[in-house]
């Protein structure tokens, strides 16, 4: 790590000290080990959780933030966007191979055994991996297994989801400019972003998603993520009105991850269906699947369903949605709805070359032990043999890989800056030995 960087994490730490001291949502012996976040709270601590409620709680991975995590409906606005099918039930075919699993770091050292990291200082709360439509791996140490828990960035893959079958519909042209599909956004910098950059996070844009400007008071994206709670009162239609082009950058050239992207792309699926996302979601994959639970879209005060990351359902349902991307999608719905087309648009839209050396890339380096090939539509990696990923803040993840017939899923709690979180290894790493290979 350069002494720069040592001197921003050392910024970003202190900052995320005093706002979590501000809040009183740090880490202490009420969730540590994760297990004991498992039984019940208190009347004493429901009352005093509840009231300390705020968008810094959520968002820090203090012992507020578990509750929050698995409670958000209790404190937003939400739409219960149910399933159709018959449930289907997945069997288990538990591997004990997959417990002991080690993988190489970017270092070339070797991680302690996915148990011992699931059940040790990690702050995972569910994992769960199937193979060829069997489940062959899951663990709770911080929830239980018919909890919810929000899917945070994770959710990103969901708009993805709605917006490329529209592409791949003919109703979306992605060489179009932005704006055209979203008239509230005409006459602003959208007008000169192609609908392409807007899906692979290029556009070239001064909303980029740093650590550092996520807890900057002012910033752009500061400002952007305490609308969904209403603590900004400005709409978002006129806050993505207001983005700044980034000077000597075209749209294309630098991978800037920002959620604004997934929401304007969550609001051009909106315009082009005239539905809100939650019952395009309703009509194109919940209702088509056989999930068990509903699934929890968290509304902003005026309505808008926050796609981009406030999803909340239990874990097996999460494996469920991720059967869907894998040649086993017939365990779980009764029709194919990720096809063969809308895979392809996912994985190769992205631009090589603006990932390379892009802060995302750096993040995806630290999780597998090295570099996936690209990110996708809204998927932070895209590697040379077709699996994708998926990651969350504060630890959430979802791992699809159709060649090996592989998926899997993890929720947590941590500091993002705590520690790497190699729970996106295990997951390729178990692909890979289940695949034999």
């Not at 609001?267 to 539905?275: L, R, V």
């Not at 005026?302 to 999608?329: C, K, N």
Request: hydrophobic share 40%; charged share 20%; proline share 6%.
């Amino acid at each position: 790590m350069s002494e720069n960087n040592s001197k921003e994490l050392a910024e970003l730490r202190k900052k995320q000290a005093e706002i979590a001291a501000r809040q009183g949502n740090s880490v202490t012996e009420r969730t540590t080990p994760m297990s004991k976040a498992k039984p019940p709270l208190s009347a004493e601590e429901y009352y005093a959780i509840t009231k300390a409620f705020s968008y810094w709680g959520v968002q820090m991975p203090g012992d507020f933030s578990v509750y929050y995590g698995r409670h958000m409906s209790q404190f937003m606005h939400t739409q219960v966007v149910m399933p159709g099918d018959p449930v289907a039930y997945l069997e288990r075919a538990i591997d004990p191979r997959l417990t002991d699993l080690t993988f190489k770091t970017k270092d070339g050292a070797s991680t302690d055994k996915l148990g011992d990291y699931l059940f040790g200082s990690s702050r995972k709360q569910a994992m769960m991996m199937a193979h060829k439509g069997k489940v062959v791996f899951e663990a709770y140490p911080g929830m239980n297994p018919n909890d919810v828990h929000l899917w945070m960035s994770t959710g990103k893959s969901t708009v993805a989801l709605i917006f490329t079958m529209l592409v791949a519909e003919g109703k979306v042209n992605l060489d179009d400019m932005t704006s055209k599909y979203v008239p509230a956004l005409q006459g602003s910098p959208w007008d000169n972003i192609p609908v392409w950059a807007t899906a692979i996070m290029c556009a070239g844009l001064d909303i980029e998603e740093t650590m550092i400007a996520m807890v900057e008071p002012g910033s752009w994206v500061n400002t952007f993520h305490h609308t969904f709670l209403g603590e900004n009162q400005t709409p978002y239609f006129e806050q993505l009105r207001s983005v700044k082009p980034l000077p000597d950058e075209k749209p294309g050239e630098v991978f800037r991850y920002s959620s604004a992207n997934p929401m304007v792309l969550q609001f051009i699926c909106e315009a082009i269906e005239k539905k809100p996302f939650g019952t395009l979601w309703q009509e194109r994959v919940w209702g088509k699947g056989g999930f068990r639970n509903p699934f929890l879209l968290h509304l902003a005060p005026d309505g808008t369903g926050i796609g981009y990351g406030m999803i909340s359902t239990t874990p097996e349902d999460m494996l469920r949605y991720a059967m869907l991307y894998v040649p086993s999608w017939e365990k779980v719905a009764s029709e194919e709805i990720v096809s063969d087309e809308v895979s392809n648009l996912l994985r190769s839209t992205a631009k090589v070359q603006a990932y390379k050396g892009s802060t995302e890339q750096g993040y995806q380096t630290e999780w597998f032990g090295y570099s996936p090939k690209s990110n996708g539509i809204q998927w932070d990696a895209v590697f040379e043999d077709g699996a994708m990923f998926k990651h969350g803040n504060m630890g959430q993840g979802i791992y699809v890989d159709p060649r090996r017939d592989f998926c899997a899923m993890v929720f947590g709690v941590a500091d993002n800056n705590s520690g790497v979180d190699y729970a996106p290894g295990f997951m390729r790493a178990a692909a890979k030995l289940l695949a034999g290979e």
